[in-house]
């Protein structure tokens, strides 16, 4: 016992001292995490006094990029270089603040942090707007202006804009570069004010990307396509909409358009029923050959009866091409309302025949007037080469005024009306999924309805149909899928047939002279379904196609002079749909008459 007690207290003699030092250590890890409490508590009351003067400094931006964006607009180089030198200084300070030891801590800190790195990143892209992007605007906005791109002396200068092109592209890339930098900040982990901020810096710069991304578009493109590298012929097809077509009306006209270094020139002119073949030039798909016939393929009046014009334009290519051994560089289409919009800048012009056209009469005189005062339909044609050749020299001439001419140009892109396709993959990449490329929808987030027409009475009576659309979302339903309605109100306002000379009327060959036979093309959205059409007795009999991904019914309507159909149509879009719905309509001889209720978006 007394051995055992001995080792006993020796074992308890040895242990101690490990005991001690388990204590020392334990005390001073306490030490340390008050320390680091006590850091981190300064860290944040630090912090939260430095973000006061972040606050201020963002309210400079804030205030700064409006004014900014109007002082580029009005050109005043002064007031910009002194709103970007403040942007910068307060950029450049936030930038500092956010960046200190304090900020990185709390950054790691539950709760706060996701607001810390939310902040810094808002600082570091304002910085690099500041020294990057913005103090470029001017130039963004002066290489895509009216006045650069207005001919002088006959010439557009090309050259400018191909230099220009380096800074406003790398002025695009920096705005996309802010834009997704702010898009990959998780908003739910944000405080509202820190949220708020966010948002409303993207809003800002997404809006700016309007300007930039249109710009940067334009110098890539106008230098090649306008012939910087040598001449370029393109097909311009002038479509009359007395006879409709899904993008407008029968290739009236094609004129071959020479650019040469910005010069533009007409050097042909050939009727559009003159060309074509008895078989189709190119191999065309099932729902095509269903829905516009063989004709489609076969006619160069008819490559217009679908509403996808990039492929419209190729076919017309490819027939140029069969034509002449030719394939054009690309295809350009336009209409009488279109070129009525120029004369608005031109100002009235005398054709060579001397009719003066004038941007109030222009449309109503070639689509119907022309009918009524010349029987002859080789005459008709001729006039129709003669005025838009006449048009087209005097914007040209470089007497128009360039911002009327610019704005006119935009009206008749987003109205459908003018429509461009190169036949250069890496321009046409450009032009894709802009309005003037007058390419189909081909995603389900855009609600897109289309209602077009192909006449089927081989007359001119197109002119007095009058066409309303209404579209309407009647369901948002859990899917993030939207129910609509779509009602269609055609009505032919025909006058007495016998007042009517035989060419306009049709004579009787396809249909009764002044009826109308009009082939309805209703396109559901991508992804979704028409679910039913009805019509004034009930449900109608449909021909259903499928156009890629778009579904499709096609409908035959027979109006007699002075009568009404009316179509109601029941739709489901495609699943999370970002946004109301969208309504295309053929564009026919007066402007569209159409009405789009609110979609989910705009619903409370």
């Known amino acids: 016992m007394v051995t055992t007690t001995a080792t006993t207290m020796r074992r308890r003699r040895r242990t101690r001292p490990a005991r001690t030092r388990g204590r020392r250590v334990a005390v001073a890890l306490g030490w340390v995490l008050l320390a680091s409490v006590a850091v981190v508590a300064v860290a944040g009351v630090w912090t939260a006094l430095d973000a006061l003067r972040v606050r201020d400094q963002f309210l400079t931006a804030a205030r700064v990029l409006p004014q900014l964006e109007e002082q580029v607009l009005a050109g005043d180089d002064d007031a910009v270089a002194t709103s970007v030198a403040s942007l910068r200084e307060a950029a450049a300070d936030a930038v500092e603040t956010t960046n200190r030891p304090h900020w990185v801590l709390a950054s790691w800190l539950p709760g706060a942090g996701p607001n810390v790195r939310a902040v810094q990143t808002l600082a570091t892209t304002v910085s690099d707007l500041a020294e990057g992007a913005l103090p470029s605007l001017p130039e963004v906005v002066a290489a895509a202006s009216p006045a650069a791109l207005a001919p002088q002396n006959g010439r557009v200068d090309v050259t400018r804009v191909a230099e220009a092109a380096p800074v406003v592209i790398a002025a695009d890339d920096g705005v996309t570069s802010a834009i997704e930098a702010l898009d990959a900040i998780d908003r739910s982990a944000l405080l509202p004010q820190v949220g708020d901020a966010v948002d409303d810096l993207s809003d800002k710069l997404t809006d700016l990307r309007l300007s930039t991304a249109t710009a940067s578009r334009a110098v890539q493109l106008i230098p090649t396509m306008m012939g910087i590298d040598g001449p370029r012929d393109y097909l311009v097809l002038v479509q009359n909409n007395a006879e409709p077509r899904a993008l407008g009306g029968i290739v009236g006209t094609v004129l071959v358009l020479r650019v040469d270094g910005g010069a533009f020139e007409l050097i042909e002119q050939v009727a559009g029923n003159s060309i074509f073949f008895d078989q189709s030039v190119g191999d065309l798909t099932e729902a095509e050959t269903a829905l516009f016939g063989s004709q489609l393929g076969r006619y160069m009046l008819n490559v217009t009866s679908t509403p996808d014009f990039p492929r419209a334009a190729q076919i017309a290519s490819d027939m140029w091409y069969a034509e002449r051994g030719v394939a054009p560089a690309g295809v350009l289409s336009i209409d009488p309302v279109a070129l009525a919009d120029m004369l608005g800048a031109t100002g009235p012009v005398t054709t060579g025949a001397g009719v003066t056209l004038t941007s109030e009469g222009t449309a109503q005189y070639v689509l119907n007037q022309i009918y009524l005062d010349e029987p002859d339909p080789a005459r008709q044609d001729l006039f129709f080469a003669d005025a838009a050749a006449s048009i087209f020299a005097a914007l040209s001439g470089g007497s128009s005024d360039a911002q009327a ?81 779509l009602n269609v109100d055609l009505t032919s306002s025909v006058p007495d047939p016998e007042t009517l000379p035989a060419y306009l009327t049709g004579g009787g060959a396809f249909v009764p002279e002044g009826t109308m036979r009009v082939n309805v093309a209703l396109y559901g959205p991508p992804g979704g379904q028409i679910v039913a059409v009805g019509g004034p007795e009930g449900e109608m009999p449909v021909l259903a196609q499928r156009h890629g991904d778009i579904p499709v019914s096609l409908i035959t309507v027979t109006l007699a002079p002075s009568e009404s159909v009316e179509l109601d149509v029941d739709l489901v879009t495609g699943k999370q749909v970002d946004g109301p719905p969208t309504l295309r309509t053929t564009p026919g001889p007066r402007p569209a008459d159409q009405t789009i209720e609110p979609g989910c978006a705009a619903t409370p």
């Open 405 to 485: 001419a610019v704005a006119s140009l935009v009206d008749s892109s987003d109205a459908g009306r003018l429509m461009l396709w190169s036949s250069d993959p890496r321009e046409q990449e450009l032009l894709a999924g802009t309005a003037l490329s007058g390419s189909l929808p081909d995603t389900e987030q855009d609600a897109v309805v289309g209602v077009y027409l192909n006449d089927g009475s081989g007359a001119k009576v197109g002119y007095y149909l009058q066409a309303h659309s209404t579209l309407a979302v009647t369901e948002c339903r859990p899917d993030g899928s939207q129910r609509l309605r």
